[in-house]
């Protein structure tokens, strides 16, 4: 009868037909299977058998979903093209700055080396001395110190720069003791190079001009190169080539620390190669690998790959011996110059101050030859005063310079600019350098006073001697330069190359913690780290595709133990892939939030598809790919059945989810989208619905019956933490590797019910989580949706909370709540000790309710924190929630946030000495941070107090006294209604006097504003108004996305005394409260609730009445309640007045009642004889009558409240009197609810005992539902009362010290203040009488309340704006790394075809799998113009919408369907799908994809004859294949080819037709990818690939539409 009632009728002529179709399964899929052909956009919930319905001509108008761009879904396109453009500056700024701070370290090194020359003499400007003259000048001893010095700090500097970074890891964080033979070397290696240094910097560049000077700099990569020589691998391509080339840069680096030596001959030049070969030891460890063919360079690799741990703490040592190593070796060089080193020490004060430079005039006779000695008597001399300053400006230069360019450069690296934004301006430094060195060098020999007004005319670079630039080219050996330049650049080509991935961390992009500022240009090319790539990248395809063989990679989760993986020979690569687990939480959520959640989950499904079918088909290698799983927990998710107390089904809220599946579906996929009815299983808790997307991930939604499972938000945690990694990952059949690997990329991303996302929001989310092992969670950047003015002071309050606090807490530490509206928690670090475990905890003490239930969320972090794990924050990462709209259930949820964030700061503040030292990211500092915020917020109803009574002193012009009690009475009174009121006349008196204080604020505002015009801008008030303001415009500035939250910032103010007074109060008063606050709906009841709360109502009414005053004089008198008078009157109905009152008789009430109560007693009598004459009969027609009402049948409407109420009305008294039979049911196998017509009817499926069994013992063990003790409940409440009475006592007693204090201060400003500078007033007065002037000064006074606020608010304010403005260069850093700029790097043209496909692969699939369009709709808006509308093919798409048509509703096969299509001619078929504007489908671009087609399609006829004979798996016959029914298949196929497989064949596991990898088993789709699978085993896994049944038709399967489709899921 059932299948008879939901098959629909079949179009005339396809009687048999469908009968026999239905039987055998659809006979004309086309060789598709069920899934995919009679799709998700068929209307397929009358029935299982799926035939094609003919639309009548009258009803084919359409009413298309449309698209509504809100929240994560606004237009994107103004801002992606403004961080495109910005993308663009950093670009040319970054490589600017780089280029012009390396030539500017580099000139300034050479600068301060030229003037350390002994003796040194030059021309000197003859401007101010005389026209006709010439002079000379020598430095003097003075001058010669300062710069010395000078060169020492510019070496120190990065190297205490690199102590104090070694220094913070190592006590902030943690580090690992070295071998001593193994920090021995590494010591002996950093002093050669601080000697080589000292070398280069005191010996070689002051005796070499300039021009040699820069151009010896390019010679410094000899130790390096022989490493890099001897690490070189026979697995290298065109090893050969490369050794060649490498011999040729060594012997040119070679070549240049000998050439001078030997051309001028002179014997302190032959320093060059010492000190050259010794700084080059510095970057030996660069250079090495531990996979090298020689044993020493392997020997060094080893240490290489230890210093990976030790070496912060190395550093902490070496930074402090290389300082001190080079400045002995300068004392040394000085001493060997035979001068006295105590010079150094002794002449330091006049070198940096006022000294004489001599200069000296040369005779007319010289004729500007410089003498050799100027101690003549016959020359004359002139004393210069020397510019003493110059020395500290030419340092700063090159500090700043190298800084900047370091800096800058590291930025380049991070965001992913590296080829134009560093390694270019690195290798420009040198040749730009020596370019203004020639131009400089040349201008100054021909006229020594060009640059007199901008250098002092005794300091210049040591020039060539006989300069002329046209011999330049062979004196200054020019062609031998551009040798060792091009040698380096060989040597550092790793620079060019880069391969780390987006926002790598310092260690992964430098070796040594910091750069060579004397040096920078060839710090920074040969510090750059070689072998950059990311850790082995968790989307390892190649490996897979080893393991799989000839199969395609597909989602693989669970493989055998055997593996190729280097280091722990267990682990597959496929563990590494990420697995996001997305689990939201649902209660009471309206339509509209359900609407938003479904459509982000939808986006996901989407994007999970379209990566999986790029890597599947288009064989591309996805780094972001993902398996993606949705599930939902529905608390208390049942209720009483309409039909019996006895039986329950699911809430209207559970039904409004599954009503709004196809809604969502349809708006994402802008087409009309029918889903396949859910999936539904009983389970120990509730229930479970399980849909398959149209992307084919799931979606699973656990329906908990408050009655089994434990409910509320925590536990719901609870459930999906234990099933997903507790059963689901620690009980799978693997070894501990492969559990470890897979649990490090195992994340739960954790949602609210209403929450609306992009897939790109989780994509940074996760690329956090790649970047940092040690990230426990993170959160992005919540936006909060709705309408009204509580909205509008919300949209400020995320907006600041976000901006400067999370930012804050991000950068100076970890953030303390990673809300579960929407962030990503790592697997491993939830199964972590004390963390998972101690979440199960039941609140057995007060405490434990504000703590854990009240705010579960922050408390699950400070769980992590407390077990060493980062939280971090992602303001890239946007998430969009409904927020409170309303004022009492703002203020209710803030009632549970408040007390709930100060408990568990306080108890990470308790604990502070254990997590400092457990947690690298929390420091001491971090702690007084939050020590002053947890100050602020417990004195925020103190401090908002006193701000009241200053305001009202400065507004209203009174005295303090008197402002002081017109503040306190309210606030008083407030706490005494809070004491003693309900609930609801606490929040309307709340809300009056939000609105009162809300107009004093604007009058306070505008006294305010009157009171600065008074004082002038220099007063304290409006510095720190100015300030405060200034910070949160510049803060909306720095995310000009949200600009316009500044907007709310008036209203904002305006609550500050009810949001951080009022709030307070409600919160601290209400601790006792314990409920949710928000989204509270009245529960159905039963019969018997309702009975008993009627009389007990009756019983209350008559106590009451039993009680009052003169009770006694109306004893004997009815009882009722009805009373009538001897004498009454009343006025319009307004009121009505009884005397003399007496009861009315109720002997006709009696009456009426015994009546009733006889009738029902015969009623019951007849019921009882009825069923006992003709048992069966009664019982069927009783049921019978339900089912016709449960069909929904439109005939009957009438009659269907009649037969529910008899049925209804005669359940209790079947179950008390009646012998009739009633159908037993059993919870885990035929509950009621599988059976309610609006749960639709999808199969029934069954958990196994394996997972029965694990949901049994979890609720056994943390889960059981927690009975309503009446003693244990007083208890508790006894205790929370307790808990509220000592809290609100102790936060009154320190908010009440602390306002008496500074109010007793207020009150004697006079006395106590302090003078602020600024905003100074000067009275000038004249006297007549003694005709005198009266200068007087009159300074502001800081009084006690201004300086609380100055020195406690505005010290928060700094840390916020100072830490917000990193965090916002850290935002904007992730964000261009995530932005690519096509036309800065190849042109689409210029790319081969293979690799626009690789580079687009996902965005060409999603547009070759859009639903929309797939049945060749036409576009309803195409076109452009005046006459768009004119032009519309209404009739066209119309007549097309009533052709009968199987409609394709899975992305897969859409995609299949258009890529079976693409052939190299059609570029102009319909067939083929045009992409986007700037993806315009060529014929080249369409040709390379049937390329890949085609040789996918080849593999698979491989793979598919591999399989024939006896190793079939999967059943593949050459002859007639047959259907799962044992029926032959519709032969209406596609081409066959010659392996005797169909060409849509190709696309099914293998070419398998027996059974295709999404099949069906008749009527009830069993997708074995990603199906729930029941086996042997147990194993619940739905995300593993199994192997599948070769006998289906063998299979048992409950519930199964085998038979044209019983579907009713009975047993």
Not at 1565 to 1579: K, M, P, S
């Amino acid at each position: 009868m059932s299948a008879m009632r939901h098959r629909p009728m079949a179009p005339p002529g396809q009687g048999a037909g469908a009968g026999a179709a239905g039987e055998h399964g659809d006979s004309d899929d086309n060789n598709f299977t069920d899934d995919e052909s009679s799709p998700l956009t068929h209307d397929i919930y009358g029935g299982s058998q799926r035939t094609i319905q003919e639309t009548k001509g009258w009803d084919v108008f359409r009413d298309p979903p449309i698209k509504i761009e809100t929240g994560s879904t606004a237009n994107q396109e103004c801002l992606e093209l403004t961080v495109k453009i910005l993308k663009i500056f950093a670009y040319v700024i970054t490589f600017i700055i780089v280029l012009t701070g390396g030539v500017i370290a580099k000139g300034t090194m050479l600068f301060m080396t030229s003037q350390v020359r002994k003796d040194k003499k030059m021309e000197y400007c003859n401007k101010d001395l005389g026209r006709d003259k010439s002079f000379v000048v020598r430095l003097p001893e003075e001058e010669r110190v300062a710069w010395i010095w000078a060169l020492l700090i510019a070496y120190a500097l990065p190297e205490i720069g690199a102590l104090i970074r070694s220094a913070r890891i190592c006590f902030f964080k943690t580090f690992k003791v070295p071998r001593t033979g193994h920090f021995l070397f590494v010591w002996l290696m950093e002093s050669l190079s601080a000697v080589g240094m000292a070398l280069l910097m005191f010996v070689v560049l002051p005796q070499i001009d300039a021009i040699q000077g820069a151009m010896l700099t390019n010679c410094l990569c000899v130790v390096p190169g022989i490493f890099g020589l001897l690490s070189r691998t026979s697995k290298e391509g065109k090893r050969f080539v490369k050794v060649i080339i490498d011999l040729a840069a060594v012997a040119a680096q070679v070549t240049g620390l000998v050439i001078w030596p030997l051309l001028e001959n002179r014997r302190e030049l032959w320093v060059i190669p010492v000190a050259c070969v010794m700084i080059s030891c510095g970057w030996w460890e660069n250079y090495v690998s531990p996979q090298s063919p020689l044993g020493l360079v392997r020997a060094l690799g080893r240490i290489k790959e230890e210093m990976k741990f030790t070496r912060y703490f190395c550093h902490i040592f070496l930074s402090i011996w290389k300082i001190l190593l080079f400045f002995t070796v300068t004392l040394l060089i000085y001493w060997a110059q035979g001068d006295e080193p105590g010079n150094l020490f002794a002449m330091y004060g006049d070198a940096f101050g006022p000294h004489k430079i001599i200069v000296y005039e040369l005779p007319a006779g010289l004729g500007g030859v410089l003498p050799d000695t100027l101690e003549s008597a016959n020359i004359d001399t002139v004393d210069e005063d020397a510019a003493y300053n110059t020395v500290v400006y030419v340092l700063l230069l090159q500090i700043f310079g190298a800084y900047l360019c370091y800096i800058f450069g590291k930025f380049a690296c991070k965001i992913l600019i590296q080829g134009f934004s560093y390694a270019f301006p690195v290798s420009l430094t040198v040749p730009l350098s020596v370019t203004f060195l020639i131009a400089a060098c040349g201008i100054r020999n021909d006229d020594p006073c060009f640059f007199h007004d901008t250098i002092p005319d005794y300091l210049f670079f040591t020039s060539p001697s006989n300069f002329r630039f046209n011999n330049f080219v062979t004196e200054q050996m020019a062609w031998a330069w551009i040798l060792w330049l091009l040698s380096q650049t060989w040597i550092a080509l790793h620079i060019w190359t880069p391969k780390c991935e987006r926002l790598a961390t310092t260690e992964k992009l430098f070796v040594q913690p910091m750069y060579s500022s004397l040096l920078i240009d060839q710090s920074m090319a040969l510090n750059r780290r070689r072998d950059d790539q990311a850790d082995v990248k968790t989307e390892d395809l190649s490996e897979i595709e080893k393991e799989k063989g000839d199969e395609y990679y597909e989602t693989i989760s669970v493989h055998t133990d055997r593996s190729s993986a280097p280091n722990k020979p267990s682990i597959k690569s496929s563990d590494n892939i990420t697995r996001i687990y997305s689990c939201a939480t649902m209660w009471h959520e309206t339509k509209d939030e359900m609407i938003e959640f479904l459509k982000s989950i939808m986006r996901m499904d989407e994007d999970q598809c379209a990566r999986r079918v790029a890597q599947k088909y288009l064989r591309v290698l996805d780094p972001d790919y993902y398996e993606f799983e949705t599930h939902i927990f529905f608390d208390d998710a049942f209720e009483i059945s309409d039909h019996s107390d006895d039986d329950i089904q699911c809430n209207r809220f559970v039904k409004l989810l599954i009503a709004t599946m196809d809604e969502a579906a349809s708006e994402i996929h802008q087409t009309t989208i029918r889903l396949r009815p859910p999936k539904k299983y009983p389970t120990p808790y509730g229930g479970r619905l399980v849909w398959t997307l149209p992307g084919k991930t799931k979606f699973i939604t656990h329906l908990k019956d408050k009655d089994r499972i434990r409910h509320r938000k925590r536990w719901s945690q609870v459930m999906y933490m234990y099933y997903l990694l507790g059963h689901r990952l620690m009980e799978l059949p693997i070894s501990v590797d492969r559990k470890d690997a897979i649990a490090e990329n195992t994340y739960l991303l954790t949602l609210d019910g209403d929450i609306d996302f992009k897939p790109n929001a989780v994509t940074l989310l996760v690329d956090l989580m790649k970047k940092n092992k040690n990230l426990g969670a993170a959160c992005g950047r919540i936006h909060p949706v709705g309408s009204g003015p509580m909205v509008w002071y919300q949209l400020f309050e995320y907006a600041i909370g976000h901006w400067l606090q999370k930012a804050t807490e991000h950068m100076i530490g970890c953030v303390l709540c990673s809300p579960g509206c929407f962030s990503l928690f790592r697997g491993k670090a939830l199964m972590d000790d004390n963390v998972m475990k101690k979440y199960t905890t039941r609140s057995d003490e007060a405490r434990h309710y504000v703590q854990y239930d009240q705010g579960e969320d922050r408390w699950l972090c400070t769980l992590l924190l407390q077990r060493g794990y980062r939280v971090e924050y992602s303001a890239a990462s946007d998430a969009y929630t409904h927020c409170p709209e309303g004022f009492n259930e703002f203020y209710n949820q803030r009632r549970r946030w408040v007390p709930s964030t100060i408990a568990n700061i306080m108890d990470l503040l308790a604990d502070a000495k254990r997590t400092i030292k457990i947690n690298d990211n929390i420091s001491l500092l971090y702690i007084f941070y939050q020590m002053m915020l947890m100050g602020g917020t417990i004195l925020g109803p103190g401090t908002i107090f006193l701000m009241l009574v200053g305001a009202f002193v400065a507004a209203f012009r009174i005295d303090n006294w008197t402002s002081f009690h017109y503040n306190i009475v309210p606030i008083l009174a407030f706490m005494f209604i809070c004491f003693t009121c309900k609930s609801n006349i606490q929040l309307f008196v709340a809300q009056v006097l939000s609105t009162a204080y809300a107009l004093i604020m604007m009058a306070v505002i505008v006294g305010t504003a009157l009171q600065l015009g008074e004082d002038g801008i220099g007063s304290p008030s409006a510095i720190f108004l100015i300030s405060m303001v200034g910070s949160f415009f510049i803060a909306a500035c720095l995310h000009p996305q949200e600009f316009w939250c500044i907007t709310c910032g008036l209203i904002y103010l305006l609550s500050i005394p009810s949001m951080y007074l009022l709030l307070i109060l409600y919160s601290i008063i209400n601790l006792n409260v314990v409920s949710w606050g928000t989204r509270e709906v009245v529960a159905k009841k039963t019969k018997k609730e309702l009975e008993a709360e009627k009389k007990a109502a009756e019983e209350a009414k008559k106590r009451v009445k039993q009680k009052s005053m003169l009770s006694f004089l109306q004893s004997g008198i009815g009882d009722n309640g009805d009373e009538e008078g001897s004498v009454e009157f009343s006025l319009a109905g307004l009121f009505r007045c009884i005397f003399c009152t007496h009861g009315k008789t109720s002997d006709e009430k009696q009456q009426l009642t015994s009546i009733a109560e006889s009738l029902d007693t015969i009623k019951h009598r007849m019921d009882t004889i009825e069923s006992a004459v003709d048992p069966h009969g009664h019982h069927a027609s009783r049921h019978g009558r339900r089912r016709t009402t449960s069909s929904g049948s439109k005939d009957h409407h009438l009659l269907t409240s009649v037969a529910e109420k008899s049925g209804d009305e005669s359940d209790e008294s079947d179950s008390d009197t009646s012998a009739e039979p009633k159908q037993e049911r059993d919870f885990l196998t035929n509950p009621y609810w599988i059976e309610d017509p609006d749960v639709r009817k999808g199969e029934v499926d069954f958990l196994s005992s394996t997972e029965i069994q694990f949901w049994k013992d979890l609720i056994d063990q943390y889960l059981y539902p927690i009975d309503n003790d009446p003693v244990e409940q007083a208890r508790i409440a006894k205790d929370l009362k307790e808990l509220r009475d000592s809290s609100v006592f102790a936060f009154f007693m320190i908010n009440a010290l602390f306002v008496l204090i500074v109010f007793l201060l207020q009150l004697n400003k006079d006395n106590i203040h302090v003078k602020w500078p600024f905003g100074v007033r000067t009275n000038i007065t004249y006297d007549e009488s003694t005709q005198e002037v009266h200068i007087s000064k009159e300074y502001l006074q800081l009084e006690p309340i201004g300086l609380v606020f100055v020195f406690f608010f505005a010290l928060i304010l700094i840390i916020q704006f100072t830490a917000m403005l990193f965090h916002r260069f850290g935002t904007i850093s992730h964000i261009l790394a995530s932005t690519e700029l096509n036309f800065c790097k190849k042109k689409s043209e210029d790319l081969t075809q293979d690799q626009l496909i690789d580079k687009h692969a996902v965005e060409i699939v999603k547009n070759l799998q859009r639903l929309q369009g797939i049945d060749g709709d036409y576009d309803n808006d195409s076109g452009s113009g005046p006459d768009r509308i004119a032009r519309r093919k209404t009739i066209q798409n119309l007549e097309k919408a009533r052709q009968p048509r199987r409609q394709i509703g899975t992305l897969d096969v859409a995609f299949k369907k258009r890529f079976l299509k693409l052939t190299a001619d059609a570029e102009n078929n319909p067939a083929t799908p045009i992409l986007t504007r700037r993806l315009t489908m060529r014929a080249e671009t369409i040709r390379a994809l049937e390329v890949r087609k085609n040789s996918v399609m080849a593999e698979r006829r491989k793979s598919a004859m591999q399989t024939l004979g006896a190793k079939n798996e999967y059943g593949i016959t050459t002859g007639a294949p047959i259907n799962n029914n044992g029926a032959l298949p519709n032969q209406r196929s596609g081409r066959v080819s010659n392996a005797g497989i169909s060409i849509k064949d190709v696309f099914n596991v293998n070419g398998g037709a027996a059974e295709q990898i999404y099949g069906s088993n008749g009527g009830g789709t069993i997708n074995q990818g990603y199906e729930h699978v029941i086996d042997e085993d147990g194993d619940g896994n739905s995300l593993r690939l199994t192997t599948r049944n070769p006998h289906p038709h063998h299979q048992v399967s409950w519930g199964q539409n085998t038979n044209g489709g019983n579907g009713t899921g009975r047993l």
